[in-house]
Every structure is written in structure tokens, then in C-alpha cells.
């Protein structure tokens, strides 16, 4: 069921909005010299998706956020490599764990752990959050998207 084509339910101006309102809540705790550093790398790291592609090929999960490349792993949570479209390099794990898709990719700032499911009306719900030890506290948020197009295939 979580694979497909997804896009936002909300406009992406609204996402943007939550996000950066979460961002300020937990950057206001931080002291006043790292605040405006520790505001544009969170804008970065958590730059929201408009559309998700998520698929199982073979024993692997790939999932595509926007035009950046897909992030494409072992679907066992064996950690590997991902590049981002910046260069940045993370290592990315993915597994499922019953009716969710865990990702998470790491560096040495901190992980960003997302959470996929299907909800009971159909929508892939994603929940984001990112920890660091330079943060006083994780930055979280949730969101939903409906799927684009035909129905869902079955995930190996």
C-alpha cells in the first residue's frame, strides 16, 4: 500500500509555514549567537517534499522526494550511502516495521528519522523528526498526501 506517487495535501506554503514555525519554537531556546546559524541549517535539513515516489524494487526501497535523487537502500535497514543533490553525504538506513516505512539518514550533526503510513482514509501519512545533540530539544512535525494516480502495489 505505500507504494506510489504522492503529492501534499496542504498547499506547500502552509507546510513551509509549520515547519519553520517548529523550527523557531525550539531554535528561541537556543543561545542568541547560535540562533541564526542553527535556523538556516534546520531550513536545509528539513526542507519539506511536495511529492513523494515511493517504491520496492526487488529487496530495496527507494523513495524520491521531489527532483532530488532517490534515496535507494536495502529494505532490511542495512545502512549505505546516500549522496544529495548538494554533495552532502548521509548514511541512510530503511526498513518496515509492520504498517510503517522507517527512514533515516545520519551525519555527524545529528539523524532525521521519518515515518510513513497509510492512513484509514487512504492518505500516506508522513512524520518527521530531527534530533541533534546541538538542539535542546528534537524538531518534529507530521503532514499528509494523497496518492497520485492508479492503486497501490503490495511492498515485498
Not at 522526494?65 to 535497514?77: I, L, Y
Amino acid at each position: 500500500q505505500l507504494s506510489g506517487e504522492f503529492r501534499s495535501v496542504r498547499p506547500m506554503s502552509q507546510v513551509q509555514e509549520q515547519v519553520n514555525q517548529e523550527i523557531n519554537r525550539v531554535v528561541s531556546e537556543m543561545g542568541f549567537l547560535k540562533r541564526p546559524f542553527a535556523r538556516s541549517k534546520l531550513r536545509t535539513a528539513m526542507d519539506p517534499c511536495e511529492t513523494l515516489t515511493i517504491e520496492f524494487p526487488g529487496d530495496s526501497i527507494s523513495i524520491m522526494c521531489d527532483d532530488q535523487p532517490p534515496a535507494v537502500s536495502q529494505a532490511d535497514g542495512t545502512p549505505t550511502t546516500y549522496t544529495a543533490d548538494d554533495g552532502a553525504k548521509y548514511v541512510l538506513a530503511q526498513t518496515i516495521r509492520g504498517d510503517r516505512l522507517i527512514q533515516e539518514f545520519a551525519d555527524e550533526d545529528g539523524k532525521r528519522r521519518t515515518v510513513y503510513r497509510m492512513t484509514d482514509d487512504g492518505r500516506l501519512e508522513l512524520t518527521e523528526r530531527l534530533t541533534s545533540d546541538q538542539l535542546p530539544e528534537p524538531i518534529q512535525y507530521t503532514r499528509e498526501f494523497e496518492r497520485e494516480g492508479g492503486r497501490a502495489q503490495e511492498a515485498s
